[in-house]
């Protein structure tokens, strides 16, 4: 089935935040941001900017009636700076205006006077310094100090990862409109509506039940809506709290660029010990977070490094520790994948270097290690793996070796132009990792035209969820999916939802969903049991037409809502789903924290120009675990769009940030993401279709995060290929690898 939104997004009728009618007397907002990284505020002139024409208010941190305070999971993060500022871009004042125009023109009026202070942008300076946001976190298996002994290799190195921004295609942004008795509804771009809710209602001293939020979707949110959203949402509801007036903010990109958190930088040292068989013995790594100003997600996102540390790998001895470094960068947040692929990054660094040391390929090193189901991991979760089941269908398919040896003989016949290739094993954990996350409600209605409508906590942002959602609904029900129509997800129909992230809103909602059709369904074949005057276990309901003891009979799905309504019986259901079998003890760092996981194995190949550093990502070709994929258009869409994003994170998306602190990629002149010109020039997917029991919901595994992770492939691929022409390189495990560090890699140390 199509994407229920194909239709209006081809038509660009489908609404997002700055496609919602106005009211009428609708004021506008902007925001005056710290220009310095680090500081403490000494004056704030805001009285030019308050005396313009078509300015309304200004507020500060003053005007706050309930907590200044935002911080999700740690309560260290202002709406608006009180007295110190921590990161470039931190919102001081929030100027409201009757045109967007002279709102972003009173912001340019502010002056600010800040005392600088010391900034500091490097985690491991930041750890120095013991500025960090939580205490370390180690996840342990076995004893590495005893293991180094039985290894006959063992290779040391160090890794970084940059940032990514996420760069939705629609910004940041809130709109909020006063509703009677004093309530407020926020018209919000989040993936977290009751985020939103909740830290409005604290930031306002107001009851939960005060704040309605509503979400129709969202032009991409990436994890960058999970948390970040909730700023634009409380700040447009603090100035309709004081003036009673409906507000909109739509970021601009360079504000939405400068102000957002992003994916985690992340520096990182590994040891790796193998032993003759190359068998991978021991592992140890460090984590150093760059978390920036406040926790944000960060304490979960580093957790996750350390959840995917060993990849689709089995080592039995293992000690990962993480450190989240606050330094004055704004706060860094969920990006999909969550922390994961910077742990994976490092473990396929560690390999890339014992291969290139021992002179074999990755792959073989790889290959041996893969995971089997009954592995532990280093969290005390046993493996049910299809590792090496994707693995192999990949060198069944596309014959490993012989790709690899199409890369050497063109190598050996080509001076100018080189080819790298690398393998990418993927293994990802389906669940939230705080276990008490994993629980969401559907909201399912049947009218007595027999037409249904369907609200849950799932955010829509272009993954596809909608149409996953109603798919469920049409399969229990079996009826036309032109009868089912999705609903905007709002905190006043479904309650205390859990942000759609973690690639999970598809399962927990949709298992919801199913619960609450069901019981409906057992309502209406009750009644037609009744009818029949049989019992309710002989009766189906297969294309609306309801079925006895396999028998068609004269009644069908409008005839049996309209009866079941004639007899009072209840034709609405909310439903509640948590998955069962979850647990996780952080104390112990053990448990059960995943429902399942999801395994692939993707190849990767480039072709470098040699003369002028740049490249071609020429091919991906993956087999990835879908479990049987419920949409397929849809999951191949997110595999496509998630292999591209990651290659861009691992390519050509460089953030930059000065020593000052202050965002130098600020805009889409200066950073650089894929387009089409750069997406590889093939790209296969093929399903690994299991008909295995798990807790997806159809058995179609979650889908939205694990593919980015086959990303990492591109850059092992672009080192492989600078390393076929200048084998002397030594180049540091660094990501990015952009066109200008593969020419200085190439020409590092000279060559004929
Ligand atoms: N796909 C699109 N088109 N847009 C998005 O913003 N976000 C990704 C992924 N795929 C995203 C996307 C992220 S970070 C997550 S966690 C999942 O979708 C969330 O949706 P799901 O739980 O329904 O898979
Ligand atoms: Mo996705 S990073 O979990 O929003």
Request: charged share 15%; glycine share 12%.
């Given at each position: 089935m199509k994407n229920i939104d194909s239709y209006t997004h081809v038509r660009g009728e489908s609404v997002y935040l700055d496609d919602i009618p106005v009211v009428n007397g609708t004021l506008y907002a902007a925001v005056f941001d710290s220009p310095v990284a680090h500081g403490k505020i000494i004056s704030?002139?805001?009285?030019?900017?308050?005396?313009?024409?078509?300015?309304?208010?200004i507020f500060t941190a003053s005007d706050i009636p309930g907590e200044n305070q935002i911080g999700g999971i740690v309560p260290d993060e202002e709406l608006l700076a009180d007295s110190h500022v921590h990161f470039c871009g931190m919102p001081i004042a929030l100027v409201i205006a009757e045109s967007e125009e002279v709102a972003r023109a009173a912001v340019k009026k502010i002056k600010a006077v800040i005392e600088p202070l010391p900034v500091i942008t490097d985690p491991r300076e930041a750890k120095e310094k013991g500025e960090l946001i939580i205490p370390p976190r180690t996840f342990q298996i076995g004893n590495t100090t005893a293991a180094w002994k039985d290894c006959d290799h063992i290779f040391e190195g160090r890794t970084e990862t940059n940032g990514q921004e996420h760069l939705y295609i629609e910004t940041?942004?809130?709109?909020?409109?006063?509703?009677?008795?004093?309530?407020?509804?926020?018209?919000?771009?989040?993936?977290?509506?009751?985020?939103?809710?909740?830290?409005a209602a604290r930031v306002l001293g107001v009851a939960m039940n005060q704040i309605e939020v509503d979400t129709t979707r969202l032009g991409g949110g990436f994890g960058g809506k999970e948390d970040q959203a909730t700023t634009w949402g409380v700040l447009c509801a603090l100035a309709t709290f004081h003036l009673k007036k409906p507000v909109k903010y739509s970021l601009h990109r360079m504000e939405d660029m400068r102000m957002t958190g992003k994916r985690h930088p992340y520096s990182s040292d590994f040891k790796i010990g193998l032993n003759k068989g190359l068998k991978i013995i021991a592992y140890e790594a460090t984590f150093y977070q760059n978390a920036g100003a406040a926790a944000d997600l960060s304490p979960a996102v580093m957790e996750r490094t350390l959840f995917h540390c060993t990849n689709s790998y089995f080592v039995p001895h293992v000690k990962a520790t993480a450190y989240s470094c606050r330094t004055h960068l704004p706060p860094n947040t969920a990006f999909r994948g969550f922390g994961g692929p910077q742990g994976m990054f490092v473990i396929e660094a560690a390999i890339a270097k014992a291969a290139e040391q021992l002179h074999v390929p990755a792959s073989v090193i790889q290959q041996k290690n893969l995971l089997t189901t009954g592995d532990e991991f280093p969290y005390g979760q046993k493996a049910d793996s299809e590792a090496t089941e994707c693995w192999n269908r990949t060198d069944e398919l596309f014959d490993i070796q012989q790709l690899q040896q199409e890369v050497a003989s063109f190598n050996a016949s080509n001076k100018l132009y080189k080819k790298g290739i690398a393998l990418m094993p993927i293994c990802f954990g389906i669940s939230f990792t705080k276990t008490l996350m994993n629980q969401a409600r559907s909201l399912v209605h049947v009218y007595t035209d027999g037409s249904v409508g369907i609200s849950t906590g799932a955010v829509e942002m272009g993954q596809g969820v909608n149409t996953k959602m109603l798919q469920v609904a049409a399969k229990i029900f079996s009826v036309d999916p032109a009868r089912i129509k999705v609903n905007t997800t709002n905190t006043y129909r479904i309650t205390n939802t859990s942000p759609t992230a973690a690639s999970a809103a598809a399962d927990l909602n949709g298992k919801a969903t199913e619960i609450a059709c069901a019981t409906i369904l057992q309502r209406l074949k009750q009644v037609a049991a009744d009818e029949l005057k049989t019992s309710a276990d002989v009766i189906e309901i297969k294309n609306e037409t309801v079925y006895a003891n396999g028998k068609k009979t004269a009644w069908d799905w409008n005839k049996l809502v309209m009866s079941t309504y004639v007899k009072r019986i209840n034709l609405s259901e909310l439903a509640h789903y948590t998955p069962p079998g979850i647990h996780y003890d952080a104390t112990k760092e053990k448990g059960h924290p995943f429902s399942y996981h999801v395994y692939g194995t993707a190849i990767t190949t480039v072709t470098v120009d040699c003369l002028r550093g740049i490249y071609e990502v020429d091919s991906v070709k993956a087999v990835h675990d879908f479990g049987s994929s419920m949409n397929t258009m849809i999951d191949m869409g997110q595999c496509e769009g998630g292999i591209v994003q990651g290659i861009g994170w691992m390519t050509m998306e460089e953030l930059v940030y000065d020593k000052e602190g202050k965002l130098r990629s600020n805009a889409l002149s200066t950073y650089k993401v894929p387009d089409i010109y750069s997406v590889p020039k093939e790209i296969i997917v093929h399903p690994l279709a299991t008909e295995k029991d798990n807790l997806a919901i159809f058995r179609s595994k979650a889908v939205g995060e694990p593919p980015l992770m086959y990303g990492i492939g591109a850059y092992f691929a672009l080192r492989n290929a600078v390393k076929a022409f200048n084998p002397a390189a030594d180049i540091p495990y660094d990501a990015p690898m952009t066109p200008e560090k593969v020419l200085m890699s190439l020409y590092q140390t000279p060559v004929l």
């Open positions: 704030l002139d805001i009285n030019e900017a308050a005396g313009m024409p078509g300015v309304v208010r940041q942004g809130a709109y909020a409109v006063p509703q009677e008795h004093g309530a407020i509804r926020i018209y919000s771009s989040t993936q977290g509506p009751t985020a939103v809710q909740r830290t």
